[in-house]
């Protein structure tokens, strides 16, 4: 099976000032593009052509660096985009219920996962996941995610934020937090809530 790459949902410059034109689009035509590609590539001729990406990361150390890496990048790219928006919502239901018992409140939640992201060192990603019917937070290295079977803390991502310098660097620079406290301005937390109500 070839994974294709999925259009953005919104213009490049849809998410600005907080997210920059050109960041998107460098990070989603350059960056997840060549990932698809590699993707693509590597499982040519391997039993990892026939699977899901979700079945590739599951079983993601029995697999060579190429495919683990490109399987990994693609799945978070793909959802990364999912819980971005122009026009932002806010936790509601049954998510802003599970974020109130497990961080007290949005702005808990926010703190906590702001300070993974930036204890994070080096290339990776925080993650929000959902644990044994639970609410965590986690963070993983490189393109790795909690779906992976090498993860340090597995559960199901209902929200992914990308903290490589690709996602960040041409406005921020240097300044990942100021990043992270922006970037909450543009969270589709209707989209967060679907997932949780899924892998629930
Ligand atoms: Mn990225």
Not at 24 to 42: C, P, R
Not at 172 to 185: D, V
């Given at each position: 099976m070839s994974h294709l790459h999925p259009a953005l949902p919104y213009a490049y410059n849809a998410l600005e000032p907080h997210i920059d034109a050109q960041t998107m689009e460098f990070h989603h035509q350059k960056h997840h593009g060549s990932a698809v590609d590699t993707l693509n590539k590597s499982i040519a001729g391997t039993d990892a052509e026939h699977k899901t990406v979700e079945?590739?990361?599951?079983?993601?150390?029995t697999y060579p660096a190429a495919i683990?890496?490109?399987?990994?990048?693609?799945?978070n790219h793909s959802s990364f985009w999912q819980v971005l928006t122009p026009t932002p919502t806010?936790?509601?239901?049954?998510?802003?219920?599970?974020?109130?018992?497990?961080?007290?409140?949005?702005?808990?939640?926010?703190?906590?996962?702001?300070?993974?992201g930036i204890a994070r060192f080096g290339s990776g990603w925080v993650w929000l996941i959902v644990k044994d019917g639970k609410l965590e937070i986690t963070s993983s290295a490189n393109q790795d995610n909690p779906l992976m079977d090498t993860a340090e803390v597995r559960g199901t991502p209902i929200l992914g934020i990308d903290i490589w310098e690709h996602a960040y660097y041409l406005k921020y620079q240097n300044r990942r937090p100021e990043y992270l406290t922006n970037i909450w301005?543009?969270?589709?937390w209707d989209e967060v809530g679907r997932r949780y109500e899924a892998a629930m």
């Amino acid at each position: 099976m070839s994974h294709l790459h999925p259009a953005l949902p919104y213009a490049y410059n849809a998410l600005e000032p907080h997210i920059d034109a050109q960041t998107m689009e460098f990070h989603h035509q350059k960056h997840h593009g060549s990932a698809v590609d590699t993707l693509n590539k590597s499982i040519a001729g391997t039993d990892a052509e026939h699977k899901t990406v979700e079945a590739i990361l599951a079983i993601a150390s029995t697999y060579p660096a190429a495919i683990r890496n490109s399987a990994g990048s693609h799945y978070n790219h793909s959802s990364f985009w999912q819980v971005l928006t122009p026009t932002p919502t806010q936790p509601a239901g049954a998510l802003a219920a599970a974020i109130e018992d497990s961080f007290g409140s949005l702005d808990g939640l926010k703190e906590k996962m702001n300070a993974a992201g930036i204890a994070r060192f080096g290339s990776g990603w925080v993650w929000l996941i959902v644990k044994d019917g639970k609410l965590e937070i986690t963070s993983s290295a490189n393109q790795d995610n909690p779906l992976m079977d090498t993860a340090e803390v597995r559960g199901t991502p209902i929200l992914g934020i990308d903290i490589w310098e690709h996602a960040y660097y041409l406005k921020y620079q240097n300044r990942r937090p100021e990043y992270l406290t922006n970037i909450w301005n543009v969270i589709n937390w209707d989209e967060v809530g679907r997932r949780y109500e899924a892998a629930m």
